[in-house]
């Protein structure tokens, strides 16, 4: 089936948008076939989690996301026992429910969690596929229709944040990156509806913009904020307010900063 075949099929399924910038979508179906774990890396507001929105839709599965954080703990995934009406009853967490119903379960930026959530992933990452629940006594065994993906951003990795190799090499990976400008205002446009040759001035000042990564900026912009940007414009808001609003304030508190990204814009947009 070609491309545009599989997009219109997409879009009678009501299958979140996603539009594929290079082979993405067919290792996502061999990981899944072949029951292999994925790990997706690139910078924030790339794609990721739409990416992993659009195949779970894409292949008919549920899909249970988890947004990993400093306090999330292996009991937060995999469940515990609560008081109900006087009763201590036990509720799955949500990789336990993803593997009894054979869903997708996709861990967003799963270096922010702790480091005992990485333990429990190991026996479903390798040819046992298994969860064991100490507390309830269980043994669960992956059916085929489940799948662990895992997502972060390099860029923000650090000593105290790492994944380590032996956790790392239990995953398939594809390195994500903000699309190349033509496709990026496809996308853009599509998603906030202005017509792709207003969207493409900001793409390209979203390219100046992430050129300067690293410098006075820790992160560029992604195509999330461009969506927002070109979503404001389309609804009415003077562009240059926009641009201010959703491209220039989230990325810099620092106002010398911020003076310097708005003269950015001006050159950028000529």
Sequence with gaps: MTRSALKAVADDLDIPYYKAVGDECELFEHAFRHRLPLLLKGPTGCGKTRFVSHMAARLGRPLYTV?????????????????KGGD????????TRAVREGAVCYLDEVVEARKDVTVVLHPLT??????PLDRTGELLEAPDDFM?????????????????PSTRQRFLAIEFDFPA???EAVIVARESGLPEGRVAPLVRLAGALRALKGQDLEEGVSTRLLVYCATLIRSGVKPE???????????TDDADVRQALLR??????G
């Design 67 to 83: 947004s990993c954080h400093d306090d999330l703990t292996a009991a937060d995934l995999t469940g515990r026992y609560l008081l």
């Design 88 to 95: 201590t009853v036990w509720a799955d967490g949500p990789l």
């Design 126 to 131: 390798d040819d046992r596929r298994l969860l």
């Design 148 to 164: 662990l993906v895992a997502s972060y951003n390099p860029g923000y990795q650090n000593v105290l944040k790492t994944l380590k």
């Design 181 to 183: 400008p033509e496709d």
């Design 241 to 251: 307010r926009a641009i201010r609003t959703a491209l220039i304030e989230p990325l």
């Design 264 to 269: 950015v814009a001006d050159i950028a947009l």
